[in-house]
């Protein structure tokens, strides 16, 4: 059973910065995506970032690009979201997903529809 725990999430002011956990057991793919989407109440889920379990490759949603950055650590089971220059539109619920890379149609995405998620992590940035 896939398992997803995200941690990190906090209150920053404009401009702080957080950094978010993200812990994964129970992952049976051989090839996989993970990311970080991020729902407010009363909206549909936002991508924000994706990154390839085999080739290591990149992408994120034009709203984050060059402010956030997604990365992996295999040995530990951990996907992280490190997240700078924050504004109060970034502020909302953040979740961690996995889709097996063969759903994906070969090509891992930020807006993709992830096969497992945790239970989030809230991220609040005060103006």
């Known amino acids: 059973q896939v398992h997803l725990v995200e941690s990190g999430g906090g209150s920053v002011p404009t401009g702080g910065s957080l950094k978010l956990s993200c812990t994964a057991s129970?992952?049976?793919?051989?090839?996989?995506?993970m990311g970080w989407f991020r729902q407010t109440p009363g909206k549909g889920p936002e991508g924000v970032a994706s990154?390839?379990?085999?080739?290591?490759?990149?992408t994120y949603a034009p709203s984050v690009k060059g402010r956030f950055t997604i990365s992996r650590d295999s040995a530990k089971n951990t996907l992280y979201l490190e997240m700078n220059s924050l504004e109060p539109e970034d502020s909302s619920m953040y979740y961690c997903?996995?889709?097996?890379?063969?759903?994906?149609?070969?090509?891992?995405?930020?807006?993709?529809?992830?096969?497992?998620r945790g239970q989030g992590t809230q991220v609040t940035v005060s103006s």
């Open positions: 990154v390839d379990s085999g080739d290591g490759r990149t």
């Open positions: 129970g992952v049976t793919y051989v090839h996989y995506c």
């Open positions: 997903g996995v889709e097996n890379w063969d759903a994906s149609g070969g090509y891992c995405h930020y807006d993709d529809a992830w096969d497992y």
